[in-house]
């Protein structure tokens, strides 16, 4: 759902860029709260990161469209709606920048659809979900899959309703609707997977990790008389010092960083490679339906990388690869150098943990 250049008229746009801007702002002060352990930071720059392989993976939704992951329930639910608008922000401006992925006057547009609205839907929705759902790892994953999965026909009408104001072609609006929500709530199953998996998985090795799963073991409850009551706890093993339990959590951190990040490079690298060829949900409506008329060769055609391929070199398989190694490399490195800076100037009444009752 990268909107080009010439969808969308220049003031439309310029209003979206405000819009994105005070998102991106109030984010910056929001994340703050969200980053305070040191941990944090470099695991949204690998959520970022992570976003950005997996964006590379177009997988087929019907006959000739495919569809790819946005990602903001997946940012939202694992470090923070905050921290998750602003990773999807960086992946929107590595991708605009370096990759001519994305109209450069249009960042603030797809800032708005693809960072702000989905990852607002999606964690409220979640969050939700998570409070009417049994406090369980099951009950964690199914909310992300359903927010994930409404979050992309929500996008999808968020560009619809800013082509009624500032579309530069005269498409009527309801065609443009349909056809956009149709193909995204396909494209959604995909988004929904992915993110549940995703969820899933680091649920599974470190639940403290995932932002929207803090405080998910209740205490346990027994019914005495009819009346629910908290069931005594067991004795307790003998603790580790501090220094070791810490030493121990900070190895079992790094061992997720590193293994995500050799997942995104493959990903992006690798797999990457065997994508569908197919458009996406809109380009593939806006060349059925006529609403890229007007689209504008975009700022940085001229870029080494641009099309997620490396200049001068013949081979496809070798140059999207190094590609994609490149953007993952380079989204690590903004991002972790983003959270670190909002991390180390939050605000000094921003707690630097976090009770479950405040998430």
Not at 126 to 137: A, E, H, S
Not at 151 to 176: E, H, M, Q, R
Not at 229 to 241: E, I, K, L, R
Request: with cysteine.
């Amino acid at each position: 759902m990268h909107v080009p250049d010439g969808f969308i008229n220049a003031p439309v746009s310029a209003v979206a860029g405000v819009v994105a801007a005070g998102a991106v702002a109030v984010s910056l002060r929001g994340a703050g709260r969200e980053l305070g352990e040191e941990r944090a930071a470099p695991l949204a720059g690998l959520v970022a990161a992570f976003v950005f392989a997996v964006q590379m993976l177009n997988f087929p939704v019907a006959a000739g469209t495919s569809g790819h992951l946005l990602g903001g329930a997946l940012a939202a639910i694992l470090v923070g709606p905050y921290t998750g608008v602003l990773c999807i922000a960086v992946v929107l401006l590595m991708q605009g920048v370096l990759f001519a992925d994305g109209g450069l006057t249009a960042l603030g547009v797809n800032i708005t659809v693809m960072g702000v609205v989905t990852t607002v839907v999606a964690y409220v929705l979640f969050r939700g979900l998570t409070r009417v759902l049994p406090r369980t790892r099951r009950s964690t994953t199914i909310a992300s899959f359903v927010a994930a999965l409404v979050s992309v026909p929500a996008a999808a009408v968020a560009f619809t309703l800013i082509y009624a104001v500032g579309g530069t072609t005269d498409v009527p609006v309801g065609k443009v609707l349909t056809a956009m929500v149709g193909v995204h709530v396909l494209i959604g199953i995909g988004e929904a997977a992915i993110t549940a998996l995703t969820v899933g998985a680091v649920l599974a090795v470190r639940p403290d990790l995932v932002h929207g799963a803090r405080g998910l073991a209740a205490p346990l409850k027994l019914r005495v008389d009819g009346e629910l009551v908290d069931a005594p706890t067991a004795p307790a093993a003998p603790a580790a010092t501090p220094v070791a339990a810490r030493s121990t959590r900070k190895g079992s951190t790094r061992k997720v960083w590193f293994t995500g990040l050799a997942a995104a490079l493959v990903l992006a690298g690798f797999v990457s490679f065997y994508a569908s060829a197919s458009p996406d949900g809109l380009e593939k409506v806006a060349a059925d339906k006529g609403i890229d008329q007007k689209v504008r060769e975009h700022g940085a055609a001229g870029s080494p990388l641009a099309d997620y391929g490396v200049e001068d070199i013949g081979d496809a398989r070798l140059s999207g690869g190094l590609a994609g190694v490149i953007g993952v490399g380079v989204t690590v490195v903004a991002g972790s150098g983003v959270f670190w800076a909002v991390r180390r100037r939050r605000t000094p009444e921003a707690p630097a943990t976090r009770t479950a009752e405040s998430v």
